[in-house]
Every structure is written in C-alpha cells, then in structure tokens.
C-alpha cells in the first residue's frame, strides 16, 4: 500500500465531515480539461438544490488546464447533470459541467454540446448505449497493483473474472466504486476482474441518448476520487503493459428501437455497412493510441481494417450470437479505447448511422 502521504487520512476527516453546514450545500463542478482528463472545484451554495438548472456558471482558469491561451484565460462552467456526493453526503452534490468560450460559444474541448444536438435531432430513434469501461490499476509508482516489483505475474489465463488471492487485486477498490455509482443514481449495470491482472472493467447503461456520456464522466470521475483514498493511480492507457498482455478498450453497445423491433436484424446489419464507410473517421476519435491495442490480437481487430461478423470478438464491430437468432437487439463497436471520449464516440455513431446536423448558428458575444 502507498505511503500515508499518498493515503487520504480518513479517520480525521470524518470528524470535520459531520459538521453542520448552516444551510449551505457544497457543490463539486467537475468538467473535461483540454487533454481528455477531469478537473474539479468546489462551492457552497444554498441548498437543498433541487434541480440542475437552479445552480449558477462559474469559471477557471483555462490557461491552466490546455483549454484556453493566458491573455484571455477565462472558461465558463455550465451545468448539465447533477448527482448526490456519496463522499460528503448529505444535501451535497456533485454537478457535471460543460466549458464554454467567454464569447458564448462551446469551447474547443466541449465536446458534448454538439452530441447532446445529434441526439436531440434523432431522439425518433430512441437510440440506447451502453459502454463497457475497462481500466487498470496502478501503485504510486506507476506499475500494476499487485505486480511483482519490476517483474510480471503468470501468463493471462485465472485472472479474468477470477476470485482468491494472487488472482485479484484492488477488489475493495471496485466494491467502493460500485456502490458509490449506485448511491449516486449513475447507471452502472455490473463489474468483473479483466483479462489482465489488476484490469477490471464496469459496464455504464442502457442510457439514451447524452446520458450516456454524462453518467460514464461522472464514473469516471468517482474511480480517480475513490482512488485517492486507497492511494492507487487509476490509468485508462488502451495498452498500459507492452507485449502478450490484453489492452483496455470502451466497447460500445448500441440499440435504436428499429433494432430492437421485429425484423430488426437489417437494420443492424445496415449500421454495421454505414460504420464501414467512416472507419478511419471512427478511428480517429476513438482515443489516443489505440494503434498499440488494435493488432489483431488479443481479442482486437485490425486498426486498419474493418470487418463485422456474428460473435466474433476479433472483428471491429461484434453482432451478439443472441441477436443474430433472434433477429434483433444490438450491436457492438469494439474499437474504441478506453481513454476515448464517450461524447464523441456516441455522437460520431449516431452522424453515421442517421447523417450530421447542419452548422449551429451562435451568435458571439463581445469579449
């Protein structure tokens, strides 16, 4: 384990956690930095607050976080999702944001926004997700939990799913976060031990549409916090350990209701065709370097190739052996990696499935 200056000192903490707040709450705005990471910053509001759109913008320094040059450094923080904070408990929240420009437009990195327009524009569909986020967990020194110092454990084999010492490591790490999702109404469905050891996975969904991306941040955010208190670095590198060592990937489960309807097998086949003609357009937002995961090995397809078959882990895009006899239900995208951005994934899945929106209009404001 870390050393205690890594450890949270939580015995002394709860201490000052019990004490009354004089009405006030305390709100944790979290928001996406400009290198694909979580930020965060405290404040107090009255409270209780009942619902997201009662709580103000606030601001950062964007200078500070790759989202904005320092003579003009301002980053607005908009409200989108709000979620009980199973750390302070109480009336306190936990509020995910959107970054905006000062002159009233999305920032660079913000990249929900234009989502959240695909989805509004094709909600007809009523387009399910569910993402599969796997991760890997490391000492304060940078190497899988429970690796032999500067060594490797036994060939992948009794870790995936496995139970007993020597085959898990980290478990009361996933047991916290687990039920920290679960207080926090964040729609985790399950978790296992992964190929690798000290790789685990938890799966986000079904949500519709932008709540998808809203619940697997906020998961996120709630496995780096957690991980602070165990003194474990939480890594979402797609290929963490060189060589015959399985990767980490954000397999993406998706379900339009025409799928799910009788008959609904041609239309997953379709999607499967439209995906195809944008491969490399896919590629190119499903997380950074994912050329190290998608080899063709280990339970991955060929970066450069695009392939779809029935129950064929190895393909880019997998059709459940279950749907293909039913004749309906889902597919699943098995490219991206699991640093990729889940707005992105989801938005750049529905543009090809059901075509792109036209450019929004916003008029700027004077700066």
């Not at 050393?3 to 928001?31: C, F, P, R």
């Not at 991306?213 to 780096?224: P, T």
């Not at 896919?282 to 994912?290: R, S």
């Not at 280990?298 to 029935?310: L, S």
Request: charged letters at 25%.
């Amino acid at each position: 384990m870390a050393t205690s200056a890594i450890v949270s000192n939580t015995e002394t903490l709860l201490k000052y956690m019990k004490l009354d707040q004089k009405g006030m709450i305390m709100a944790e705005y979290i928001w996406i930095d400009g290198s694909n990471g979580l930020r965060c910053k405290s404040k107090a509001v009255p409270g209780p607050v009942k619902s997201v759109d009662d709580l103000s913008e606030w601001n950062f320094d964007g200078s500070s976080t790759d989202q904005a040059p320092g003579d003009n450094s301002d980053v607005y923080i908009k409200p989108v999702a709000m979620f009980p904070d199973p750390i302070r408990g109480g009336d306190n929240i936990m509020v995910m944001c959107e970054t905006w420009d000062p002159d009233g437009t999305p920032n660079k990195f913000n990249y929900r926004h234009e989502a959240a327009r695909l989805m509004d524009a094709n909600a007809k569909h009523e387009i399910w997700f569910g993402l599969e986020q796997e991760y890997t967990l490391l000492s304060a020194e940078g190497w899988p939990y429970g690796w032999p110092k500067n060594g490797f454990p036994g060939p992948q084999g009794p870790y995936y799913c496995g139970v007993g010492t020597g085959r898990v490591y980290c478990r009361d790490i996933v047991e916290a976060h687990f039920k920290a999702c679960l207080y926090m109404g964040i729609k985790i469905a399950g978790t296992n031990a992964e190929v690798m050891p000290a790789q685990w996975e938890f799966q986000v969904g079904p949500c519709v549409g932008i709540e998808l991306g809203d619940h697997l941040w906020m998961a996120r955010f709630m496995l780096h916090r957690i991980g602070e208190e165990f003194g474990a670095k939480v890594t979402f590198a797609p290929k963490p350990i060189p060589g015959d060592w399985n990767g980490a990937g954000l397999h993406t489960n998706v379900s339009t209701k025409e799928m799910r309807g009788e008959g609904g097998m041609k239309h997953i086949e379709a999607a499967c065709e439209k995906l195809g003609t944008r491969h490399e357009d896919h590629i190119a937002v499903y997380g950074e370097g994912n050329r190290e995961r998608l080899t063709g090995e280990h339970e991955t397809g060929n970066i450069d190739k695009f392939t779809w078959a029935v129950a064929d882990r190895g393909a880019s895009i997998r059709i459940p052996r279950q749907c293909a006899r039913e004749g309906k239900g889902y597919l699943e995208d098995r490219r991206p990696a699991s640093n990729a951005d889940p707005y992105q994934i989801t938005g750049i899945v529905v543009e090809t499935m059901f075509g792109g929106m036209p450019e929004e209009k916003i008029e700027k404001k004077e700066t």
